[in-house]
């Protein structure tokens, strides 16, 4: 949750914002709406409390407000019936919700604890606060500690003695009944903060009071006390409405239809959505539609939307390339019923455009970026909203409301993720004025923008000076001359066009000719995915040759893609060429060339052959693709002796280790060499080395510690993936399967905490030791983010999956229809479970074993 901030008051969040809206900020197309978040007097605005933790599960360490360690769980909690499954996670949830109701007891007592002596003062000749200081900044405190006092005391004996007749709906519609106190609460908290804050600045007694205040521990607790600032405390009941009725949602979830408790629960949380709409501002960010046809006048070369820098923000442009100018434009925002128009941020003329790199003297401007799992929740939200979509059209022939809504909300996000993915810089500069930035998501969009710059310049270009008016009609013309209408999203797309291939595509890079003069050449290899392209695999470097003979074949995951990319390289190994930036590929492109990935081609058991031009070069490959729920399946070894596809406690047991060898073995030398590798676990290794090294470890080879420390390091990366992807069973098994992902989707941070541990404790032993020792390896990673460019939700996106993705006669259960289904829900569900851990304090398997909890859980 967002630092508080004393100039305003938070906005509670929505509670379907909550649970399956994410409202990231984006400017869409209007770049200039960011200065829109300021309110009228300049501050800025509260923070939106969202804590969405099925989309972006966090379990918060240790800090300052006092918190403790939660209950422990019940030991029956493993699959079973559903109704009795149902029941214990129904307890995990009141136990966690009343280890973090006693904490926030606590802290009120604290908050109330300065409150008596200061008010003795305020009578006195040498007052601390006056009477009414004191009733604003602790106004309806102590009847909102009265009401959780005595709920909690009404809750405790009733968890104490559970069994499947308890019942506690009346209790938390009770306090659900109750919500008018905060109400009040609410309204004064903004002149309780900054009376508080007035008052610290002006009396050092009361300072020292507000800044040190002592809030008592769990009776459970290690620690006693705690110290905390008033203003942390203050916030508290805010953030306690929102936790409570995340709570009422997930005990609905796992309270039985029939169950007295379930009407109960259903009337607490309609009183509660009810209070915080009551009390929420409606959310309604501005975007503008893109939609236009052609046009004429001045000739129109290329056209396209950019993301450009300005001002230290990311604004999403739309950039005009005509014969003898280059224009960025941004659309103007008008008034419904009226025609869309354009309105020019700037112009250059091509001969005065130059593409010179920063001196030494210049600074790079600084860009804004966003967090890399913000950037991954986004696609998560996106893949979850096709789903949505699809099952809408199943259920309604044409067009209804709630489809025009999905698609709204899920080209809002897309344009967000557009806005925000890309990275490689483009500079633009003019001799006479000032230089412009670009960001785009692949070298490939550059170099396509950079070459049809340079073919115009060199034609004998005169420089222009466009008057106020020329320009006004050239950027009105604009508007008909556009041959990109549309942001590239799905939303844009017709419902016939092909939603893509999710799966696997494996390509081999064969050789290429063309070359006029030896070089050291290689090739990347580019898909698109969710409307911007992604670097995938990258071959090695053939030196000194003008026909390279790579050979080398690379398995890419799909994810909706519809085009593969193949880039030609000459590799640059003179030092005094590179460039500074961030994120610039220095090497030289001598080529580049695509294809449509089309599902009736690739589609095949057998290997297609094909070969892309590019500017006299030919670049020979072969590919083929396998569907998503057919290159997920885990097929056991006939061949027990080796270690692949082979049961992980059958593995430690004959090599009589806890860990086995081969993953003791890929962790040490990617720990040696690989990380500071920039993309490695992502960058694909070649595919031969990987099979390799399989063979190697199947066989127990002598020389295989020779092998490794010969081999590219993203083979060895790849070979530790492949022997998770090939186990028979998951690592965490097939067992626990529906249990972590009923923990995962646990909203209250307590119950989710006694729940994601207690499963793991439930791990054979071999599973349990295996998995931390590559959480904490997967950890060590991360710490290299910056170099390699992993953090901890890139590692989770990869090794998710890996590790969790039931066997086939597990996942054969359900049945889903669509791969995009698959990846948006189980595949993204699994991806959090890891991350969970990931952003875990150090987990202790001796300590786990002990049955003990000694994690923290903030409320």
């Known amino acids: 949750m967002e630092h508080l901030s004393t100039r305003g008051l938070p906005r509670l969040s929505w509670i379907d914002t909550l649970y399956s809206n994410f409202n990231y900020n984006t400017d869409g197309y209007d770049g200039d709406a960011a200065e829109d978040r300021k309110s009228q007097d300049g501050s800025e605005t509260m923070p939106f409390i969202d804590e969405s933790p099925t989309m972006s599960p966090q379990l918060c360490a240790r800090g300052p407000d006092g918190e403790a360690m939660s209950p422990t769980p019940h030991e029956g909690l493993l699959p079973g019936g559903d109704s009795e499954k149902g029941l214990e996670m129904k307890k995990l949830v009141l136990s966690g919700f009343l280890a973090s109701e006693e904490i926030y ?258 600074s790079c401007p600084h860009v804004q970026t966003m967090p890399e799992h913000e950037i991954e929740e986004m696609k998560t939200k996106i893949s979850a909203i096709k789903s949505e979509i699809q099952k809408e059209k199943k259920a309604v022939k044409g067009q209804s409301r709630a489809l025009d809504r999905l698609r709204k909300k899920m080209n809002e996000q897309e344009s967000c993720l557009l806005l925000h993915s890309p990275t490689i810089p483009f500079r633009i500069h003019n001799k006479h004025g000032k230089s412009y930035q670009f960001l785009l998501s692949s070298d490939y969009e550059r170099s396509e923008w950079r070459e049809a710059i340079q073919k115009l310049q060199k034609k004998d270009l005169q420089a222009c000076v466009l008057s106020s008016v020329e320009l006004q009609v050239l950027t009105g013309s604009c508007f008909k001359l556009r041959t990109v209408h549309n942001i590239p999203v799905t939303s844009n797309k017709d419902d016939e066009e092909t939603p893509g291939l999710y799966g696997f595509l494996h390509v081999i890079v064969h050789s290429a000719k063309g070359f006029k003069e030896s070089a050291n050449l290689y090739c990347t290899l580019e898909v698109d995915s969710f409307g911007y392209f992604v670097s995938k695999a990258k071959t090695r470097v053939f030196r000194d040759t003008t026909e390279p003979q790579w050979n080398e074949e690379f398995e890419i995951e799909l994810e909706g893609s519809q085009c593969l990319r193949i880039l030609c390289y000459e590799k640059c190994y003179d030092k005094s060429k590179m460039n500074k930036d961030d994120n610039e590929i220095v090497d030289k492109i001598m080529g580049k060339g695509q294809v449509q990935l089309d599902p009736h081609t690739v589609q095949s058991k057998n290997w297609h052959m094909d070969v892309i031009e590019m500017n006299g070069i030919k670049v020979e490959f072969s590919m083929k693709f396998t569907s998503r ?65 399989k063979a190697a470890f199947d066989a127990n080879t002598k020389d295989i510690l020779m092998m490794l420390s010969d081999m590219d390091i993203n083979a060895i990366a790849g070979t530790l993936k492949l022997y998770f992807r090939e186990l028979p069973e998951p690592l965490l098994t097939d067992r626990l399967y529906p249990a972590f992902m009923e923990g995962i989707a646990l909203s209250d941070p307590a119950a989710k905490e006694n729940c994601m541990m207690h499963l793991l404790r439930s791990l054979p032993d071999p599973n349990l030791i295996t998995f931390l020792t590559l959480l904490e390896h997967l950890k060590r990673v991360a710490e290299k983010e910056p170099i390699n460019k992993m953090s901890l939700h890139n590692l989770a996106t990869v090794f998710g999956p890996t590790l969790l993705r039931p066997s086939e006669s597990e996942s054969s259960k359900g049945h889903v229809t669509l791969a995009s289904d698959i990846w948006s829900h189980d595949v993204m569900a699994q991806v959090q479970v890891l991350l969970y851990y990931l952003q875990h304090p150090p987990i202790s398997f001796s300590e786990l074993k002990r049955n003990t909890l000694y994690f923290s859980t903030d409320v």
């Open 629 to 693: 729920d057919l290159s997920l399946k885990r097929t056991p070894s006939k061949k027990q002796s080796g270690v692949f596809g082979v049961k992980i406690s059958v593995v430690t047991k004959r090599e009589r280790s806890k860990v086995p060898y081969i993953v003791r073995q890929c962790i040490e030398e990617v720990e040696k060499r690989g990380i500071d590798e920039v993309g490695i676990y992502r960058i694909s290794g070649v595919a031969t080395d990987i099979q390799a090294l």
């Open 105 to 362: 007891i606590n802290q009120l007592d604290a908050l109330l604890l300065p409150m008596k002596p200061l008010k003795a003062t305020a009578t006195t000749s040498q007052p601390v606060l006056t009477i009414q200081q004191i009733e604003t900044i602790f106004y309806k405190i102590q009847d909102i500690f009265e009401i959780h006092k005595e709920f909690y005391d009404a809750l405790y004996p009733h968890i104490q003695q559970w069994d499947d007749k308890v019942t506690v709906g009346h209790l938390f519609q009770k306090l659900a009944s109750q919500l008018g106190v905060y109400k009040a609460f609410v309204d004064n908290y903004k002149v309780a903060v900054e009376t508080a804050e007035k008052c610290s600045q002006g009396n050092s007694q009361f300072q020292k009071i507000s800044e040190n205040l002592k809030v008592k521990g769990p009776k459970d607790s290690r620690d006693c006390t705690s110290s905390v600032t008033m203003e942390a405390l203050l916030y508290k009941p805010i953030d306690r409405v929102t936790r409570s009725t995340l709570v009422l949602h997930d005990l609905l979830k796992h309270t039985p239809k029939d169950h007295p408790d379930f009407p109960l629960l259903q009337d607490a949380l309609r009183i509660s959505q009810n209070f915080l709409s009551s009390i929420n501002e409606e959310i309604d960010p501005r975007r503008t539609a893109v939609t236009t046809p052609k046009g004429e006048a001045r000739q129109l070369v290329k056209d396209g939307f950019l993301v450009e820098v300005s001002e230290g923000s990311r604004k999403l442009r739309h950039v005009f390339l005509f014969t003898d100018l280059l224009l960025c434009a941004k659309m103007k925002k008008t008034a419904v019923g009226k025609h869309q128009q354009y309105d020019c941020k700037w112009y250059i003329p091509l001969a005065d455009l130059t593409f010179q790199t920063l001196d030494d003297s210049d």
